[in-house]
């Protein structure tokens, strides 16, 4: 089996990493895979030990040159399928690729942003399958008219060993400079509107005045970085709250958290939930997308109405007065990340829908 993989991300984040951890497990299970990706992207270099690499010009949603730039590798490389996991034209451009090449165009719903009906029924006309990394975002689609039997369920996945590490919290201390008194909050997500770190910031005066030692964390960069360094700022928050930029030793680092807090108004499931948990960190989180299914309120997390910066802060206050409590969801989610959301679970969800259109294609 031949799989050409497309991924137009630029960074190693949620999605990308999903890609990274399909195509090494595929090739441990003999699939040959392709990967047409943004050139420059950390992706074309981390894939190379996985899957035979095109990086390319990957331009946005209304680049055209991407037809005939996939289609060509398509023919070129002999794929027996075409796998798209991105959006940022990938997903359009990648389909009428897939048609004119005459193979089955598989692609993978991240977000659950809802699109209008009129487009849904366009756009996935030229896909033969929608993966959907959540059942909310299952949900998402077929509320918008996508055929019940083009859509196929397959959670994301997360190394738990990985993030399974000790709680060493001097590391904290000497890597970002955090005292080792005092609670520490996370938040791991780009900085962009919908994560909803506002909504945290607005929660946390009376928290400080109840923990004056607290500490937050903001992991991830985007386009919201002046905004928040301002809103922090204004809110006298700066002693309390840090900017952290994007890093790559968050496997060591989240099991240093007393808190994960995931604050988003839209979220597909949210890879970060499923680190931390595998960390045992406990998570409050909205009640919004695919979150309900990473985050089991009472099991591994609280849940919140999202935008409700008072639900907000009670829960967040619940479990730093509670330690008990929070190391009973801590453990609850390590048990949760083992059971249902492996690498392995969903490399073979993944090759269970190759292997289905593959058999209709004979």
Known sequence: MRVLHVEGGRHLYGGARQVLYLLEGLA?????????????????????????????????????????????????????????????????????????????????????????????????????????????IGEVLLAAGLPRDKLRVVRSAVDFQAFGGPRERH??????????????????????????????????????????????LFFGQGPEAATLERAIGAAGLARQVRLCGFRDDLPELLPCLDLLVHPATLEGLGVSLLQASSAGVPVIASRVGGIPEAVRDGINGLLVTPGDVAALGAA???????????????????????????????????????RELLRRHD
């Open 28 to 136: 441990q299970r003999g699939v040959t895979s392709g990967l047409i990706c943004r050139a420059g992207s950390e992706i074309a270099t981390a894939a190379k030990p996985w899957a035979e690499v095109f990086p390319m010009p990957m331009k946005g949603d209304l680049d055209l040159a991407l037809i005939p730039r996939i289609y060509f590798r398509t023919l070129q490389f002999q794929a027996d399928l075409l796998h798209l996991h991105s959006r940022i034209g990938a997903d359009v451009m990648g389909g009428i690729a897939g048609r004119l090449a005459r193979v089955p165009v598989v692609h993978s719903r991240r977000v659950d942003n809802p699109e209008p009906a009129w487009r849904v029924g366009l756009k996935y006309r030229l896909h033969d399958r929608v993966i959907a990394i959540s059942q909310g």
């Open 316 to 354: 967040i206050a619940r479990l730093l007065r509670d330690p008990d409590l929070a190391r009973r969801l801590g453990r609850g989610g390590r048990v949760l990340m083992s059971a249902e959301f492996s690498i392995p679970a969903m490399v073979e969800g993944n090759l269970a829908v190759y």
């Open 171 to 216: 590391i904290l201390r000497d890597r970002l400079g955090v005292p080792l008194e005092g609670p520490v909050i996370g938040v791991v997500a780009q900085l962009i509107p919908r994560k909803g770190h506002r909504f945290l910031l607005q929660a946390l005066p009376p928290l400080v005045a109840e923990f004056p030692d607290l500490r937050v």
